[in-house]
Each structure stands twice: as structure tokens, then as C-alpha cells.
């Protein structure tokens, strides 16, 4: 397959590209989309066969759902049997944004894209391009655009890495904002339950609601058989080719394991700084104490390890408030949840 690439840099000038992008979409085919959270693997939401070749191009197990994409808040009547109030509350404070919100599912929802649920998530983007696109097409199925298991992609470059070949166009609408994927929280059951962190903080969202549970597959595994409602639950994700191991300690305590580590291949993924007083290669991921400088640069320095031949990774640990929650919550699954406390 040739896969085409689109650079917008302008809404209105670039306008036919975007409607040749939304024409694939609209006959059924496979489109990378910027957004500002990661790069997406767009297809029709409401269409089984164009929603499959999401599976298919990413190597996506088939129980692993998919997130629906709308351009206007209005658009979710269509989508889910019930609005709770709950959603029109987020709706509200967070969208359009990097929360995507779980709710029951309407009959245009296909078995295929909500995993056999009875729910559906559903997000409004931020994004100019994204949700241009939506607009002259449809609402869009769209996990990250990357191989399934990898760690996600930030930049057209690496959708052309991934999927070049797999997929009938890449949209180059520059490099992604956050750069880890939006905040997901189920209003479908008695109380609002945090199910992927993101952007979106956990205290962000108990402000507007009050009461705002955590699952427990945020920090830990959970059991294979399990079922699950959102994204990025069970499966190991985001991760590169070298074996990751997170150690949780101060900068001194990591740098006096790492620089005690014996063998070939051995990298240290770092803040900025540590790496001027590390004897091994390192690539820094973010500022000390700044999450969202690490949530943005993650997933690109995840990347970057495997191509300067990485093996065996040690990960300086994030804070796990805010939007380091997210950070953490991604190198987690990375690391297979393997982890050295100092």
C-alpha cells in the first residue's frame, strides 16, 4: 500500500488537503491524525469494516477498545444511549480536550469498536486538524497510530516509522502537544472511576466532581482474563525494543545504581542534568519536578533508546501526582511493571 503524506500548516490553505484526508475516512479507509495528545489511527467509528483495519494495520488485539472522536459536544446523542450529568459537567470544564469520558453506548456504536461493551468512549479532541477532519467526515475510531505494544507516536516521522505502507495517508500537523494519551474516566457505573490517567489530573477531575474513584490497573496488572473498558489497562504498552526497569529513588541514590551497573547496552532514561553525572549513555525524558516537560518528551526518548541500540533501560521514576501520575502510569507498562525501589 502507498501510504500518502499530508503537511498542514494552515487550516484554510491546506483545506484540500483535509478533505482529501476526510474522503479516505469517508470510503472506509486508514488515516494518522495529529492530535494533541498522540498521533491517532483514524477510521470510520460506525463502520465495522473500516473500524477492522484499525486492528489490522496496528496488530491491536481484537478486546482492546477504541475510542470515538467528535468534533462537537452535540455529537454524543448520536453515539451514547445516556448522557449522564456527570459528562455534561466534564464536558464543560474539559472539552474539547484530553479527556476521553465512558458512558453507556447507543445502537450505532459496532460490537467491534467498543471492545463488546455495553459503553462507549468518547472524546472531543482539541486539536484544529483533528477536529477539522471530523468535521468533513465522521466521528472516528482512533487509538494511537503506532504498532500495538510501541511506544506511541508524537510526530508524522514516527507514524511513517510504524505504519508507512500499513495505512492510506499520514497527516503532518507537527508534534504533539501533551504527548501521552488523554485522560479516561468511566461514567458507567455508581461513581466516577479514573481509569487511565492523562493531561486531564485525578484532582482535576474530583474538583468538578466530587467523589472520583482510581481502578486499580492504573498502578498494578491486572489479571489477564479480566475485561476492560478503556485503553491501556491490560496490556503491556508503549514500550521499545530494550528492556525497561523503573528505579524508584532521589537523583543520587539512581545515579549511584546506575553508574554501578555492569554489562553491554545499558542506558539510563533520565532527567535533565543527571546525565552530565552518569557513566553510562542516557537519554533525558524531562525536567526534575516538571511533568508535563516528561509526560511530552516520553514517549520520543522511549523511541530514541531503541535507535541508539539500547538493551537494558533504567528509568529515573516520575512523581506520581498530577500529570506525573500519567508518566507513570506509561512507564509502568513499559517496564512490563518491573521495579527497583532504592
Known sequence: MDTKLFVVQD????????QEAADIL????????????????????????????????????????????IA??????????QVPESAKILAERFWPGPLTMIVPKGESIPDITSAGLPTVAIRMPSHPIAREII?????????????????????????IHDLGGRVDAIVDGGE?????????ITLAGKKPRLLRPGAITLEELRDALGEVEMDK??????????????????YKHYAPKAK???????????????????GEGIFGLVFS???????????????????VTQAHRLFAALRELDERGAKLVYARCPHKEGVGLAVYNRLLRAAAFEEITL
Do not use: W
Not at 34 to 45: C, N, S
Not at 218 to 233: A, C, K, N, T, W
Not at 273 to 291: I, L, M, Q, S, T
Open 72 to 81: 462537537e459536544f452535540e455529537e454524543i446523542y448520536g453515539l451514547a444511549s
Open 135 to 159: 468535521r468533513r467526515s465522521c466521528p472516528l475510531a482512533a487509538p494511537s497510530a503506532n504498532l500495538s505494544g510501541s511506544p506511541s507516536t508524537t510526530t508524522a516521522q514516527h507514524c
Open 26 to 69: 469517508k470510503r472506509g479507509g486508514l488515516v494518522a491524525i495529529p492530535t494533541e495528545t498522540v498521533y491517532g489511527l483514524a477510521a470510520d467509528a460506525l463502520n465495522p469494516e473500516a473500524v477492522k483495519k484499525i486492528f489490522a494495520a496496528k496488530g491491536r488485539p481484537a478486546d482492546n477498545p477504541l475510542i470515538v472522536h
Open 273 to 291: 542534568g543527571e546525565e552530565e553525572r552518569a557513566n553510562k549513555p542516557c537519554v533525558v525524558y524531562g525536567e526534575n519536578d516538571e511533568d
Open 11 to 18: 487550516i484554510e490553505k491546506d483545506a484540500p488537503l483535509l
Open 244 to 262: 525497561v526497569v523503573i528505579v524508584d529513588g532521589d537523583s543520587e541514590s539512581f545515579l549511584r545504581f546506575l553508574n554501578e551497573q555492569t
Open 176 to 184: 504533539c502537544r501533551f504527548g501521552v494519551e488523554s485522560t479516561v
Open 217 to 234: 490497573a492504573v498502578l498494578s496488572q491486572i489479571d489477564p482474563g479480566e475485561r476492560v473498558s478503556s485503553p491501556g489497562m491490560k
